[in-house]
């Protein structure tokens, strides 16, 4: 049997009858067109050099965990790069709008976590490239021929710290604002120099407008720009000298140049180096990713108000805060700029200090890398211990968190036309505690049980006791207690007072319990009347008017049912004017109440309501009010029917209301 005949051969071979028009043609042909394509292609870019370039890429010594510091820093460069361009869609570079536009970013789905990649990321490649220069300079990588891809790595690292730096002022808040005071500050201490940088760089005297316009150009154009071109010229550099390794023979205090890729022992770059730096760049993107979701960007409180602020840079300009404490305030800039220019001038010039001898260049490098970063730590451990220590400064830190959460949460309301500094100013929750610290904490407190849930920014104790305590004042708690024979003479109610001896105190104690043992069915008896009495008055201030139940029904936590609330105030208001005669005297007999006007104390129509309240701390003397007995300063006696102000009144009417609004509890997400 011959094996040359086709009978022979065709058993491994397909039916070129059955395949003619099958798949294999198909496939076949769609091959041969893609190369085709891939050839056109290939002729016109040269791209398969690019492929063939990193198949034949080399690592000598073999691939090593520690080369990932540049590729994963390069990674890290592009995330923030294309996060910043996505950012950009949204974002208006302008005092008044940039606040609102980071604020609209936020709010979106997705705009957190975007925000917070980009944020968290730039601070991730200031420490991985830090690692980086530092890898590099322990290896002695800068050495000949490869000083240029050294001196630029240097000039890059403050490059990216800068870019960085221009990029906190962008959210438009007040920290923002008071940062960039500081840093202009700064700048305008140089000699010479100084004030023209700082006016050229703010566009004026003071932070505004143009500030914001130039530091976004420098942010998003001018400084990426020159960061990608020196990081194209450094991967250049490292690419055309190829790896440097410690164990490199250095003759005559001079390194020789090694062609590593004759070097025994070398590996393939890909995929051996690549998926090292895969893997790590993937560990250090997804903690990136991870601090994103759980701690997002900062967005503090727009600017606006008379409020304390003690700025602090970021934490790798700590170390240069802490030194500022040290020279005098006018030589500042030899602590923030001086003495930076002279360390990068150092780690510039290393290639050559190197020169001077292995075990000199060895000494600096060690020296260079592990004492700079013992100091850095120190100065800033130091800076931040001392922060933790200061009390005034952690008060600060914890009003600037509360005003930055709430204006975010205002903002979700809607951002008035005046822009986002007057989400804050026209807020009661906000400017409630500081009007009263300003005014009125000098005779009055504000503390206990009724706004323990407001937050601790509204707990706030009298410098001394001259007058109640108004924490829940009108409520159906508040009144309750102040008929207590116990505590009407407390520091809470009278105690603090000239009225500690008067009618109000001397009623309840001697006259309103007189004969009520604790306990008894008359006590129990006398407690459900005084509960429908406090209803009665409490019913007198009305409705919140931003929202929220009405002040007789909301009771420290407490609710009634509207239809028992009712019911209790009807009581309660019968027994005020006499018409049920459960009361040893009338209320009325002192004060005016429900249409009565023959009584001499202070009126109880409308008591605790916001024109009560606005009109009694405008001018407590009226003879509605406390009269010729009167001690409390009047904020604003003079204002006419037509709402007209006398400049000389201590607060605006717009400032009263704010006052009345936060003691009544009154604000927008109550």
């Given at each position: 049997m011959s094996v040359d005949t086709p009978e022979a051969s065709s058993p491994i071979e397909p039916d070129s009858t059955a395949t003619a028009n099958g798949p294999g043609r198909v496939r076949t042909a769609i091959t041969e067109r893609g190369a085709a394509v891939g050839g056109w292609v290939h002729e016109r870019t040269g791209h398969r050099g690019a492929f063939e370039w990193l198949a034949d890429r080399t690592v000598p010594g073999g691939a090593r965990w520690r080369y990932v510091t540049g590729p994963v820093s390069l990674g890290l460069f592009i995330v923030v790069f294309v996060t910043g361009l996505a950012l950009m869609t949204g974002y208006v570079p302008s005092a008044d709008a940039a606040w609102s536009s980071v604020h609209h970013i936020e709010s979106k789905p997705g705009g957190s976590l975007l925000r917070g990649l980009h944020y968290w990321t730039t601070h991730a490649l200031i420490v991985v490239f830090a690692i980086h220069l530092a890898r590099l300079m322990l290896s002695a990588a800068f050495r000949s021929p490869r000083e240029l891809a050294w001196v630029s790595g240097v000039l890059l690292f403050p490059l990216l710290v800068t870019a960085a730096v221009t990029g906190n002022p962008l959210s438009g808040s007040q920290k923002a604002f008071d940062q960039v005071e500081v840093e202009g500050a700064v700048l305008a201490g140089a000699p010479q120099v100084g004030p023209p940088m700082k006016q050229m760089l703010f566009g004026g005297p003071q932070a505004g407008h143009l500030t914001m316009t130039h530091f976004y150009a420098l942010h998003i154009a001018f400084l990426p720009l020159a960061a990608a071109g020196l990081i194209l010229f450094h991967l250049y550099q490292l690419l055309r000298w190829g790896t440097v390794r410690p164990e490199d023979p250095v003759a005559g205090g001079r390194p020789d140049t090694v062609n590593h890729a004759h070097q025994p022992g070398e590996t393939p770059y890909?995929?051996?180096?690549?998926?090292?730096?895969?893997?790590?760049?993937a560990a250090v993107f997804g903690l990136v990713w991870v601090m994103a979701e759980r701690h997002p960007a900062p967005l503090d409180a727009p600017p606006g108000g008379d409020v304390e602020s003690m700025p602090r840079p970021e934490w790798y300009f700590r170390f240069l805060f802490e030194l500022r404490t040290y020279p005098p305030p006018d030589l500042d800039f030899l602590a923030t700029g001086v003495l930076p220019t002279l360390l990068i001038a150092l780690l510039a010039a290393i290639p050559w200090i190197d020169r001077l001898g292995h075990r000199v260049g060895?000494?600096?490098?060690?020296l260079i890398v592990f004492g700079g970063l013992v100091a850095w730590s120190?100065?800033?451990?130091?800076?931040?211990?001392?922060?933790?220590?200061?009390?005034?400064?952690?008060?600060v830190r914890r009003a600037a968190a509360a005003r930055a959460e709430r204006a975010s949460e205002l903002a979700d309301y809607g951002i008035p036309p005046e822009g986002p500094a007057a989400l804050l100013a026209a807020d009661p929750k906000t400017r409630g505690p500081e009007l009263f610290r300003a005014h009125c904490a000098a005779c009055h407190s504000h503390t206990g049980p009724a706004v323990e849930s407001w937050g601790p920014e509204h707990s706030i104790v009298g410098s001394e006791c001259n007058a109640a305590n108004l924490a829940g004042f009108g409520s159906r708690r508040w009144m309750r207690n102040m008929l207590d024979p116990q505590q009407v003479d407390s520091k809470t109610y009278f105690g603090c007072t000239p009225f500690a001896e008067g009618d109000m105190t001397d009623y309840v104690k001697n006259t309103l319990w007189e004969g009520v043992e604790p306990g008894t069915v008359d006590a129990e008896a006398t407690d459900a009347i005084l509960n429908a009495v406090a209803a009665a008055v409490a019913a007198e201030a009305g409705d919140r008017v931003h929202g929220g139940l009405p002040i007789a029904l909301d009771h420290g936590g407490e609710t009634f049912a509207s239809d028992e609330l009712a019911a209790l105030v009807q009581q309660g208001r019968a027994l005020m004017t006499g018409a049920d005669g459960g009361l040893p005297g009338a209320c009325t007999d002192c004060h005016n109440f429900a249409g009565e006007e023959?009584?001499?104390?202070?009126?109880?129509?409308?008591?605790?309501?916001?024109?009560?309240?606005?009109?009694f701390i405008s001018n407590p003397g009226h003879e509605r009010y406390y009269g010729d007995e009167n001690a409390m300063p009047a904020y604003a006696p003079n204002i006419g029917e037509d709402g007209t102000e006398d400049p000389s009144n201590t607060l605006t009417r717009e400032e009263i209301l704010l006052l009345v609004d936060w003691l009544r509890g009154d604000w927008l997400g109550r």
């Open positions: 890909f995929p051996n180096q690549t998926i090292r730096n895969a893997v790590a760049f060895a000494a600096m490098r060690y120190g100065l800033t451990i130091m800076s931040m211990s001392r922060d933790q220590a200061d009390e005034h400064y952690l008060e023959y009584g001499y104390a202070v009126t109880l129509d409308g008591y605790g309501s916001r024109r009560w309240l606005a009109d």
